[in-house]
């Protein structure tokens, strides 16, 4: 693994903006329901994580958090 994802499941609101900009395929939305009412994204496939930040770049709620394999955070 050379990246990890964090998603605040509350600020999600299901927009698949992630899902759609991974290309590894790591994300999925699940259905269950966050305190706002959407189905959230999830990192179903951590081990594909290349830590590329696009998702998090893509996400307009800002709920996603990029770390390297370092554990330095790569994006906000
Ligand atoms: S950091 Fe890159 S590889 Fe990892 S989940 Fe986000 S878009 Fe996919
Ligand atoms: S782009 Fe952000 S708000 Fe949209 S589904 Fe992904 S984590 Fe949720």
Redesign the pocket.
Known sequence: MKGKIV?DKQ?????????MSCPKGV?V?KEQFNERGYF??HPEHMGKCTGCAL?AQ????L??EVWAENNRKKKA
């Open positions: 998603i600020m999600c609101k299901g927009c698949k903006y992630c899902v994300i939305i959230t994204a998702c893509m996400c307009p709620e709920a996603i």
